[in-house]
């Protein structure tokens, strides 16, 4: 299974405080095992990375640096095809007045959409409201539990 993180589970992942922990340990685990091909979109380390530098979280934007270079995070870089299937989904959800964001804003929202679209992936967000409407969603409580893992073979299940 392919998933994307945005920047709610990514800044998860780096963050040192212990209710992120079984996100964590369900990362490391999926990792590891190679079941899962797990992506973050270069817009969403710049979200994440931004913030952290903002905030001073100095360790935090080591754990990004880690996850991103060997901690198994495949980054992704948006090409002409995900800028064009981004335009398209931002005018779709306007004229439907699902707005993502402001009109004067990137809207990194439908840029991810659209890579997890093109790389046929699911998103894994805090944000399923915005997301779900274009691309299949879980937040990180429930993506350890519809992704259940086989003591024996750690053989992946989807549970609807």
Same mark, same amino acid.
């Not at 004229?95 to 707005?99: D, L, R, S, T, V």
């Not at 840029?111 to 691309?135: D, F, P």
């Not at 969603?137 to 073979?153: A, D, I, K, Q, Y």
């Given at each position: 299974?392919? &998933? ?24 490391? =685990?999926?990792?590891? /095992?190679?079941? &899962? =091909? $797990?992506? /973050?979109?270069a817009?969403?380390?710049?979200? +994440?990375?931004?913030?952290?530098? =903002? ?16 901690g ?18 931002w005018?779709?959800?306007r ?5 993502t964001?402001?009109?004067?804003? /990137?809207?990194?929202?439908v ?10 992936? $699911? /998103? ?5 409201? =915005?997301?779900?409407? +274009?691309?299949r ?5 429930? $993506?350890? &539990? ?8 750690c ?6």
């Open positions: 299974m392919k &998933l994307f993180l945005d920047a709610g589970p990514l800044g998860q992942l780096c963050n040192s405080n212990p209710s992120y922990r079984p996100f964590q340990r369900w990362f490391l =685990h999926s990792v590891r /095992v190679g079941r &899962l =091909h $797990v992506f /973050v979109s817009a969403t380390n710049y979200e +994440v990375r931004r913030k952290l530098l =903002h905030v001073g979280a100095t360790n935090s934007v080591e754990r990004l640096r880690e996850l991103t270079r060997t198994g995070l495949i980054l992704t870089t948006p090409d002409i095809e995900t800028w064009d299937r981004a335009s398209e989904l005018a779709r959800l004229a439907e007045g699902m707005a964001a402001a009109d004067a804003h /990137v809207d990194f929202d840029v991810l959409a659209a890579e997890a679209l093109i790389y046929g992936a $699911v /998103v894994i967000t805090e944000n399923a409201r =915005h997301l779900s409407r +274009v691309v969603t879980f937040t990180p409580e429930e $993506v350890h &539990l519809r992704l259940r893992w086989g003591r024996s073979n053989a992946e299940t989807y549970v609807q």
